[in-house]
């Protein structure tokens, strides 16, 4: 499975970005899928999961309230709505696929990963 992640980029403090990311095949729609990001300097940290049929998702408490995952199965796709950006909250963002239906908030608990979209918040 590859994935596809796209729509990063430069956004002042406050705005809003919606990340994509598409599977190339439709096995995805059977497992969870997870954000995650890191930051120059730190280590990949989880963002956001949802389960396999979008009933069940999970947040990093830095971005509860402010961020929103959702999917879409007939199109193998799985968005990241940003909204109220902060500075912090600039790095590179990973989309991923689970090994389970059930969100997980680790990074061993995902088998395939994407190269990754840079999202920058200036202050």
């Known amino acids: 499975v590859q994935l596809q992640a796209s729509g990063g980029g430069l956004v002042q403090a406050g705005g809003s970005l919606r990340l994509s990311c598409a599977a190339s095949?439709?096995?995805?729609?059977?497992?969870?899928m997870g954000w995650f990001r890191q930051a120059p300097g730190k280590e990949r940290e989880f963002v956001a999961a949802?389960?396999?049929?979008?009933?069940?998702?999970i947040y990093a408490d830095s971005v509860k309230g402010r961020f929103t995952i959702s999917r879409d199965n007939a199109k193998n796709t799985v968005y990241l709505q940003m909204n109220s950006l902060k500075f912090e909250d600039t790095a590179v963002y990973y989309c991923?696929?689970?090994?389970?239906?059930?969100?997980?908030?680790?990074?061993?608990?995902?088998?395939?990963w994407g190269q990754g979209t840079q999202v920058t918040v200036s202050s």
């Open positions: 095949k439709r096995t995805s729609s059977n497992y969870a």
């Open positions: 991923a696929v689970g090994l389970r239906s059930v969100p997980s908030m680790k990074p061993d608990g995902y088998r395939y």
């Open positions: 949802i389960g396999w049929n979008g009933g069940n998702t």
